[in-house]
C-alpha cells in the first residue's frame, strides 16, 4: 500500500508560500520584542515529564501531552508549551544577569488536541516573558507589548479586546465559599470552561461540587461581573478588598494609558495553566465568526521555587500562529503572501546566454539584489509571466542582437522603461535598478 502524502494529524506543511506567511508573522515578533527590548532565547524541543508535572496542570499532563520513555529509560515530553523550560532556563542564570530579564522565543510547541479552527496539533507560539520587574511595571510592559504588536498588524480596538483578571482576587472570593481545596480547584475549572458549556450543564456540575446554596449563589453572581467597577463593589460587600490591591495599581496605572480601551474585566479569565497567581488575561478577536483566545498569560510568583531557587516573579504571554493568522485573516489585515519577491528575472534567449550571464547573475547577488538567473533559455514570451510568477520587479534580456553587441536588455516591470546596457558596464545596471 502507497504511503500518505498528508503531514500528520493536526500538523503542516509549509509549500513555500505558507511558509512566506508564517516568516511573515515572524517577522513582525522579532521586530515587536526587540523594540520592547526582549532578547531572543530558545530550549530543546524535549523535557523531562517531571517539568510539566510541577505546575503546568492536570488537563496538558492528562490529555495533551505526546510522552514517551526514551533508550535511557527516561521520561521526556515533547515540549507542549515554553514556560516551563524558560523557567527552567532563567532559574539556570537569574543570578548573574541584570534585572528585569525580558526575553522572547518563537518555538513549536505539541499538544495532542482534537483538531479543529485555530487548534492543531503542533503550532508554534510567540512567548514573551520578564522577569524581576518592581511592583506592576512588568505586568503593564506585557500588556504594551502585546498591544502593540497587534497593532503592527493595523489592528486596533475594533479588532480585539484584552480580557483580564486577577487570581488573588478569584481565589480569595473562592476561599470565602468554602475550604476545601479541591472543592477550589474544581471551581477554577468550571469557571474556565463556564463560556464553552451550556448553562445547564455548568448549573449541574455547580451542584455536584457540593457547595452551600448561598455560596453557589454568590459564585452566580461573580460570574456576571461585568466591569472593574461591579468587581471592586462586589469584593467591598464580602469584605475582601485587600485581595485586590494589586490589581487596583495595575489597572490604576494602565488607566491613563493609551492601551486602557484595549482591557476589559471578564470573570471567566483564569487560565487552564495551574502556575498563575495574579493577573491572567487572554486576547480575545471581536470577530463575530471567529470568537476565540489569539493570545494568554499572566503573572507567576513562584515557578522558579521547582528548581529550589528563590522567588523571582514571572509575567508573560503565548500567541499562537494559527490563531493569529486567523485572526489577520477575519479582518483583512493578511497580506498576500502567495507570490515570491525578487528584484531581477536574468533571462537569456540565446543558448550561450548561460555563460555569458553567470558572472552577472552573481554580481547581482553581491550587491543584494535578489536574483533568479533563468538556468536555461527562456523564450521572450515566457519571460514575463514567469516574472510575474517569481515576484521580480525587473527582468535582464539577452537575445541575438544583444550576444553579439555584448550587452543586456533591462527592463522595469512596473514603469515599461527599458535600456540596453553594455555587459561590462555593471554599474550602469545597477544605477539603473536603484532608480
Ligand atoms: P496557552 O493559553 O496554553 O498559554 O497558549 C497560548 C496561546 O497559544 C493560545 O491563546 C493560542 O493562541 C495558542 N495555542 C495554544 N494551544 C494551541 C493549539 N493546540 N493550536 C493552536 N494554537 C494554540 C501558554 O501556553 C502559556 N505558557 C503562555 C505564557 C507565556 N504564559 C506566560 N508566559
Not at 510522552?67 to 521520561?75: L, N, P, T, V, Y
Request: glycine share 6%; charged share 30%.
Amino acid at each position: 500500500m502507497a504511503l500518505s502524502k498528508k503531514p500528520y494529524k493536526g500538523t503542516r506543511d509549509f509549500l513555500p508560500p505558507d511558509k512566506r506567511a508564517q516568516d511573515y508573522l515572524f517577522e513582525k515578533m522579532h521586530q515587536s520584542a526587540q523594540l520592547f527590548g526582549f532578547e531572543h532565547y530558545d530550549g530543546p524541543l524535549l523535557e523531562e515529564v517531571e517539568l510539566y508535572k510541577a505546575k503546568s496542570g492536570e488537563e496538558l499532563i492528562n490529555d495533551q501531552i505526546y510522552s514517551f520513555e526514551d533508550r535511557g529509560k527516561r521520561f521526556v515530553a515533547i515540549r507542549p508549551e515554553m514556560t516551563p523550560t524558560l523557567a527552567r532556563m532563567v532559574a539556570r542564570v537569574h543570578r548573574e544577569i541584570p534585572k528585569p530579564i525580558r526575553w522572547y522565543s518563537i518555538p513549536n510547541l505539541y499538544r495532542y488536541e482534537r483538531p479543529q479552527r485555530g487548534r492543531l496539533r503542533e503550532h508554534w507560539q510567540f512567548n514573551c516573558d520578564i522577569f524581576g520587574a518592581p511592583g506592576r511595571t512588568g505586568e503593564v510592559e506585557i500588556v504594551q507589548l502585546l498591544v502593540s504588536f497587534l497593532e503592527n498588524f493595523g489592528a486596533n480596538e475594533t479588532h480585539f479586546e484584552v480580557l483580564i483578571n486577577d487570581r488573588t482576587i478569584v481565589d480569595s472570593i473562592f476561599s470565602s465559599l468554602t475550604s476545601n481545596q479541591e472543592t477550589i480547584y474544581k471551581l477554577y475549572k468550571l469557571v474556565d470552561k463556564s463560556k464553552k458549556i451550556p448553562e445547564e450543564a455548568l448549573l449541574k456540575e455547580l451542584g455536584e461540587t457540593g457547595l452551600e446554596k448561598q455560596s453557589i449563589a454568590s459564585f452566580k453572581r461573580y460570574l456576571k461581573l461585568s466591569s472593574f467597577d461591579e468587581l471592586f463593589d462586589f469584593l467591598n460587600e464580602l469584605n475582601l478588598s485587600e485581595a485586590a490591591d494589586n490589581f487596583k495599581q495595575f489597572y490604576h496605572v494602565i488607566e491613563g494609558q493609551s492601551i486602557s480601551k484595549f482591557l476589559n474585566f471578564d470573570p471567566t479569565i483564569v487560565r487552564g495553566l495551574d502556575y498563575y497567581t495574579g493577573i491572567v488575561f487572554e486576547v480575545f478577536d471581536k470577530h463575530p465568526d471567529n470568537r476565540r483566545a489569539i493570545s494568554g498569560g499572566g503573572a507567576y510568583a513562584n515557578l522558579l521555587q521547582i528548581f529550589d531557587e528563590p522567588a523571582l516573579a514571572g509575567v508573560g504571554f503565548g500567541l499562537g500562529d494559527v490563531t493569529l493568522q486567523d485572526f489577520l485573516q477575519s479582518h483583512g489585515l493578511m497580506p498576500d503572501c502567495t507570490k515570491a519577491s525578487n528584484d531581477v528575472l536574468v533571462s537569456y534567449q540565446v543558448t550561450e546566454g548561460y555563460q555569458d550571464l553567470a558572472e552577472l547573475a552573481l554580481n547581482l547577488r553581491r550587491e543584494n539584489k535578489k536574483t533568479l538567473f533563468s538556468l536555461e533559455p527562456l523564450k521572450f514570451k515566457k519571460v514575463f509571466s514567469q516574472a510575474e510568477k517569481v515576484g521580480a520587479r525587473f527582468v535582464i534580456l539577452y537575445g541575438e542582437q544583444e550576444k553579439d553587441q555584448h550587452s543586456v536588455i533591462i527592463k522595469n516591470l512596473a514603469s515599461k522603461e527599458q535600456e540596453t546596457i553594455p555587459l561590462k558596464e555593471f554599474k550602469q545596471i545597477i544605477k539603473f535598478l536603484n532608480k
